[in-house]
């Protein structure tokens, strides 16, 4: 019997240091696991961040995402192009409204003109001058529009919407033989 005493009080102090490793062990896979859960809500933040970077609401709201930011192209709104198709896109644009309409804000201070070419402000002065003084300048040569906008999906109603951040006005450039040989960049107005 003294034996069988002192086989569980062995049998106890051994089991006992296995216990306390087994308890360390718990406890350190408890802080890991509080870790992990901590590390996947900071991931899952970083992740709502990220999408609240693509999502603006309808052109704001949480359905629209960003598809292009910006995007840059470039539209001849007049053409003496023979093209029947080219015709048909461009039988509703009115142009001349356009043109004077941004002429018309820039020369009451609502816009401000920039130089396409070093993104300089420029006076109303300046553009007065343009079109006073520039020989190869008239409003009727003003021909060509360069937009730069965001574009936006809304997902959950199938519809894409677009933010027009700037537009530039060209004007037609002719060789000597009177053909339209490119165009050249007036100002730049932000409208955003």
Same mark, same amino acid.
């Given at each position: 019997?003294?034996?069988?005493?002192?086989f569980?009080?062995?049998?106890?102090?051994?089991?006992?240091?296995?216990?306390? %490793?087994? $308890? +360390? /062990?718990? @406890? !350190?896979? #408890?802080? *890991? =696991? &509080? %870790?992990? $859960? +901590? /590390?996947? @809500? !900071?991931? #899952?933040? *970083? =992740? &709502?961040?990220? $999408?609240?970077?693509?999502?603006?609401?309808?052109?704001?709201?949480?359905?629209?995402m960003?598809?292009?930011?910006?995007i840059?192209?470039d539209?001849?709104?007049k053409?003496?192009?023979?093209?029947?198709?080219?015709?048909?896109?461009?039988?509703?644009?009115?142009?001349?409204?356009?043109?004077?309409t941004?002429?018309?804000?820039?020369?009451?201070?609502?816009?401000?003109?920039?130089?396409?070419?070093?993104?300089?402000?420029?006076?109303?002065e300046?553009?007065?001058?343009?079109?006073?003084?520039?020989?190869?300048?008239?409003?009727?040569?003003?021909?060509?529009?360069?937009?730069?906008?965001?574009?936006?999906?809304?997902?959950?109603?199938?519809?894409?919407?677009?933010?027009?951040?700037?537009?530039?006005?060209?004007?037609?450039?002719?060789?000597?033989?009177?053909?339209?040989?490119?165009?050249?960049?007036?100002?730049?107005?932000?409208?955003?």
């Open positions: 019997m003294k034996y069988t005493y002192i569980i009080l062995v049998f106890i102090f051994s089991c006992s240091g296995k216990n306390d %490793k087994v $308890i +360390e /062990d718990y @406890k !350190k896979a #408890k802080e *890991d =696991y &509080k %870790k992990s $859960i +901590e /590390d996947l @809500k !900071k991931i #899952k933040e *970083d =992740y &709502k961040a990220e $999408i609240t970077k693509f999502h603006s609401g309808n052109l704001g709201d949480t359905s629209s960003l598809i292009a930011n910006p840059i192209f539209l001849v709104v053409t003496n192009s023979t093209d029947e198709w080219e015709q048909e896109c461009l039988k509703n644009v009115s142009e001349r409204s356009l043109f004077d941004l002429f018309k804000a820039v020369y009451n201070g609502r816009l401000q003109a920039y130089n396409y070419f070093t993104n300089l402000p420029m006076s109303i300046e553009i007065k001058n343009l079109e006073k003084n520039n020989e190869e300048f008239s409003r009727d040569r003003l021909s060509k529009l360069q937009f730069v906008e965001n574009w936006y999906f809304d997902y959950k109603n199938l519809k894409i919407g677009k933010n027009v951040k700037s537009v530039m006005l060209a004007y037609e450039i002719y060789n000597l033989e009177g053909e339209i040989r490119g165009y050249k960049p007036l100002f730049r107005v932000n409208l955003n």
